[in-house]
T-cell receptor
Framework: AQSVTQPDIHITVSEGASLELRCNYS??????LFWYVQSPGQGLQLLLK??????LVQGIKGFEAEFKRSQSSFNLRKPSVHWSDAAEYFC???????????FGAGTQVVVTP | DAGVIQSPRHEVTEMGQEVTLRCKPI?????LFWYRQTMMRGLELLIY????????DSGMPEDRFSAKMPNASFSTLKIQPSEPRDSAVYFC??????????????FGEGSRLTVL
């Protein structure tokens, strides 16, 4: 079955430390890939997306993600987190390029002083 | 520029009542999506429209749910009758779709529905 998996439900990281959020997908072909962030009580904001080309994608707020076809992964990274990065992060895929966007279960990130 | 506008932001109603959620997409966008977010099921796509036409409503839970898009600047999601298990945050999102893809989805701030 087609799916997108975020293995980590919850991550705690110290301010200034690096952050990596994992995302794996299961589809017949490489879908379009996205990372969204949701702050409490807010809608979702796009951090970055991958359609094709360079497998290292730069996004907003200092985030980047790397697409690895061999591992069916699209992990999100940030070298140094800020307290304002505390939020829930969703990986999403759009099989076939457009249409339905399927979201992972999300990873809650807590940033400690 | 105004983003996707949803109303109401919060709705508390009693079981059996009709609920109507509203969405105004970003001007110029031609695709609109309704999502539901719950703790148990995460974010689920309910229905999406392209050029005001429903393209896929396979995510609509049951006949109690209906959605309309009478014009490019307005959509509604109606639940009649409502049940406690419908309690969730309902998001509307819009984008511009072209032949083989679409741009970034812009989400509204959501409508939090509580059915007692």
């Amino acid at each position: 079955a087609q799916s997108v998996t975020q293995p980590d439900i919850h991550i705690t990281v110290s301010e200034g430390a690096s952050l990596e959020l994992r995302c794996n997908y299961s589809y017949g072909a490489t879908p379009y890939l996205f990372w969204y962030v949701q702050s409490p009580g807010q809608g979702l904001q796009l951090l970055l997306k991958y359609f094709s080309g360079d497998t290292l994608v730069q996004g907003i707020k200092g985030f980047e993600a790397e697409f690895k076809r061999s591992q069916s992964s699209f992990n999100l990274r940030k070298p140094s987190v800020h307290w304002s990065d505390a939020a829930e992060y969703f990986c999403a895929v759009a099989p076939g390029g457009w249409g339905k966007l399927q979201f992972g279960a999300g990873t809650q990130v807590v940033v400690t002083p | 520029d105004a983003g996707v506008i949803q109303s109401p932001r919060h709705e508390v109603t009693e079981m059996g009542q009709e609920v109507t959620l509203r969405c105004k997409p970003i001007s110029g966008h031609n695709s609109l999506f309704w999502y539901r977010q719950t703790m148990m099921r995460g974010l689920e796509l309910l229905i999406y429209f392209n050029n005001n036409v429903p393209i896929d409503d396979s995510g609509m839970p049951e006949d109690r749910f209906s959605a309309k898009m009478p014009n490019a600047s307005f959509s509604t999601l109606k639940i009649q009758p409502s049940e406690p298990r419908d309690s969730a945050v309902y998001f509307c999102a819009s984008t511009y779709s072209y032949g083989t893809g679409h741009g970034e989805l812009f989400f509204g701030e959501g409508s939090r529905l509580t059915v007692l």
